[in-house]
């Protein structure tokens, strides 16, 4: 059963926590997705989600699918360079057991994984290669760490497959790989790696597709932090007006909403990812003949078809405080660390040139949790962010939780919603140089 | 296990050279203690000094990575006296479950 548009809005108007009750009863009890019809120039939205990466993308196409008009803004267009959603790719993994919520962040991935398969299988072109490679994933320590041994817990609490290798076995299936001193290694034959960038241009793609309207704009700071929101302002003026409004806005929320997560969410660290050139005719650094990998401090993985941009590698970063501004290409003083864990592992790269680098900003919560909650000061206006790192990975079922919360199909007691809350604790200011 | 003078050494080393990256207060909260209380206080050392900072391991001197430690025990509850920790020193097989958790 469909939602009716007048009825949605109406209930938004009306209903003091944002939620219309007849509305919610109503999508609580479908079972079965609609289309929505699509936005038209001068309609108001049902929902207007503001940032168009892994959480708004996801979420704009879920709510959708749910039945009610959607507009998606972004202040450069989905997946733009800029984005912490943007860049090449993204490891998809459940090895999560140095994670708080790791039980939980695995059984996503592990639901994800299917799920980026399934688009590919539906929304993939003729022309193109796949967005989601499963490669593999093989985890190497010096010993046994409490990393290794949560991880294989949740595992077996899942029934996930996996094997525990020697580093002798690593090097007979991959002699590309060096294992020095390593005692411990995990391999998770299901993990992979996604085309982040292909991966949101055809998530919006097919939200376009499906009726939804994508603007292109940079949302004004909001007035006041109180009342619900009846329309966000882009800086050209125009109003883009919404029943609620859902902020994804990766490493800009914390200057959007500077009191609420100035201190709840930090965002100063870029991860250095790096494009490492496979020697000429060489074929053990792709895909499928090495998989993905995670050392102490480092993953990464092999280069993909049809570009071949090289073999990925992840290392420290830099720090960088506006995501407007940040230097988003890795200068050559940093160079030297993924040289020398090439070097270590995979020394036939350790010399190669360096294709291309990319440096992104970290959104790390001070719960170590994703956040997805309603604004505590305006009840129809979301908040989703605080990835954490791994939220891309599970962009497909993350849209979906953020759809069901925002349109009261998840209730504000189930346990994951309370886990989502925006956190009470901040990082503290008083200790270790905190700079607002 | 350490004294306030080399905890206090820590906390300006942790603003230096770890601040870029790090709030203290990740170092003392329930995702550090998840990931930790399985651990001893040469466990942490050893993946301090291995790992960090993050784009240059091992940069600082074993002395000043034995600093940053006492001041993130301080951190976690753990009680300063007389003797400064030392790189080889016998506290470092002491659990890192925090004595107030």
Not at chain 1, 154 to 165: I, K
Not at chain 1, 373 to 380: A, G, I
């Amino acid at each position: 059963m469909a939602i009716h548009r007048r009825d949605f809005l109406k209930g938004v108007a009306t209903a003091g926590a944002g939620i219309a009750m007849g509305t919610v009863d109503e999508l609580a009890a479908q079972d079965r997705p609609t289309r929505a019809p699509a936005v038209r120039a001068g309609q108001v939205a049902d929902v207007v989600v503001v940032g168009g990466g892994a959480f708004g993308a996801w979420a704009a196409l879920y709510l959708q699918r749910l039945g009610v008009r959607v507009t998606l803004i972004d202040q450069h267009g989905p997946a733009n360079s800029r984005a912490t959603s943007g860049g090449e790719t993204r490891g998809v993994r459940t090895s999560y057991g140095d994670r708080p919520h790791g039980l939980q962040w695995a059984g996503w991935a592990t639901e994800s994984i299917q799920r980026w398969k399934a688009w590919d299988a539906e929304h993939r072109t003729d022309l193109l290669p796949p967005l989601y490679f499963t490669t593999g994933d093989v985890i190497m320590r010096e010993e046994m760490e409490p990393f290794i041994e949560r991880t294989m817990e949740n595992w077996d609490a899942m029934g996930r497959p996996y094997e525990v290798l020697t580093a002798d076995e690593v090097r007979y299936r991959w002699p590309a790989i060096h294992t020095p001193d390593i005692e411990v290694v995990l391999y998770e034959p299901d993990a992979g790696v996604v085309r982040a960038r292909r991966a949101i241009e055809s998530v919006v793609e097919v939200f376009k597709r499906e009726g939804g309207q994508v603007r292109i704009g940079r949302v004004q700071p909001l007035e006041g932090m109180s009342g619900d929101l009846g329309a966000v302002v882009l800086e050209d003026g125009t109003r883009v007006e919404g029943g609620r409004f859902v902020f994804a806005l990766g490493p800009w929320l914390p200057g959007y909403f500077p009191d609420l997560l100035g201190k709840r969410i930090r965002i100063r660290t870029l991860g250095h990812v790096y494009y490492i050139a496979t020697p000429p005719g060489d074929m053990r650094f792709q895909v499928p003949n090495i998989p993905s990998y995670n050392v102490p401090g480092v993953t990464g993985w092999p280069a993909l078809p049809q570009d071949f941009r090289g073999f990925r590698i992840r290392t420290g970063g830099h720090r960088g405080d506006d995501p407007d501004t940040s230097v988003r290409w890795i200068d050559a003083e940093h160079h030297d660390r993924p040289r020398e864990v090439l070097g270590e592992f995979f020394p036939a790269l350790a010399e190669q040139p360096i294709n291309e680098t990319r440096a992104c900003h970290y959104c790390g919560s001070v719960s170590r949790n994703f956040i997805i909650d309603r604004h505590p000061e305006r009840s129809n206006l979301w908040i989703a962010g605080g990835g954490n790192a791994e939220a891309f990975k599970q962009g497909p079922v993350l849209g979906e939780f953020v759809a069901d919360r925002v349109l009261g199909r998840v209730a504000d007691d189930d346990e994951l919603a309370q886990s989502f809350r925006i956190p009470e604790e901040e990082f503290e200011e008083d200790e270790g140089g905190f700079e607002p | 296990m350490f004294t306030q003078a080399q905890s206090d050494r820590g906390r300006q080393l942790f603003r230096d050279e770890c601040s870029e990256c790090h709030y203290s207060s990740e170092m003392r909260d329930n995702a550090f203690q998840y990931e930790w209380e399985r651990r001893t206080v040469g466990d942490l050392l050893d993946h301090v000094s291995g790992s960090m900072p993050d784009d240059d391991p091992g940069s600082l001197t074993p002395q000043q990575y034995v600093d940053v430690i006492a001041y993130i025990l301080g951190l976690n509850g753990f009680p300063t006296g007389t003797v400064e920790l030392a790189p080889d020193a016998p506290g470092l097989a002491t659990p890192l479950k925090s004595p107030g958790s």
